[in-house]
Nanobody
Framework: QVRLVESGGGLVQAGGSLRLSCAVS????????MAWYRQAPGKQRELVAS???????MYADSVKGRFTISRDNAKNTVYLQMNSLKPEDTAVYYC????????WGQGTLVTVSS
């Protein structure tokens, strides 16, 4: 059974940074494309960034140049380094495979104040 546990969210001022972690169990991230998604209040969940088994990455235009996705294969953990945060980055952040094949975790809330 796949389990995804996100952590690292919090309240930060605009321009600040946060690092999110996603501890994955039940699948090996080395053979899956992993991704971070987010859902802002009143909006649909959207793809933020992904990292393939071959380490190639992609980013949504809204976060390109500010966010960095990475993974630690030994820890089976995926990270999202978020810099230069903006109020519009406020959302609950989730990790999952891409395409999504597993049940969603509880997510981690990121709140960026102006």
């Amino acid at each position: 059974q796949v389990r995804l546990v996100e952590s690292g969210g919090g309240l930060v001022q605009a321009g600040g940074s946060l690092r999110l972690s996603c501890a994955v169990s039940g699948i090996m991230i080395t053979i899956n494309t992993m991704a971070w998604y987010r859902q802002a209040p009143g909006k649909q969940r959207e793809l933020v960034a992904s990292i393939s088994s071959g380490i190639s990455t992609m980013y949504a235009d809204s976060v390109k140049g500010r966010f960095t996705i990475s993974r630690d294969n030994a820890k089976n953990t995926v990270y999202l380094q978020m810099n230069s945060l903006k109020p519009e980055d406020t959302a609950v952040y989730y990790c999952n495979t891409r395409p999504t094949r597993s049940a969603w975790g509880q997510g981690t809330l990121v709140t960026v104040s102006s």
